[in-house]
């Protein structure tokens, strides 16, 4: 399964780190933090990450063209269980 992901320098999209099925059953996450590196801007206010069902989901816009940007999601889980995946958006003319 890939984890890139092509955008246009002029959207403001969302994008989600999908836990589900990862998750234990009825392990719930109780704390998750989204980072995205400088050049590329992290969904703030209605737009911020939120987590519903094993689903982390953020937004992003901006970014320079051609160059990709590794987006990391780390979880803690009800299970005392902790982990980090990245995610890589490539940034194109669209």
């Known amino acids: 399964m890939s984890n ?6 002029d959207a403001n999209l969302d994008f989600a780190f999908n836990w589900a099925d990862w998750l234990a059953t009825g392990e719930t996450i109780t704390a998750y933090t989204v980072t995205v590196p400088t050049g590329i801007t992290l969904g703030t206010g209605a737009k911020e990450p939120s987590q519903s069902a094993g689903k982390v989901t953020y937004w992003v816009s901006g970014g320079a063209i051609g160059r990709t940007y590794k987006v990391a999601c780390k979880i803690t889980t009800s299970a005392s269980r902790i982990d980090e995946r990245t995610m890589n958006i490539k940034v194109l003319e669209r």
């Open 4 to 9: 890139q992901f092509l955008f246009d320098d």
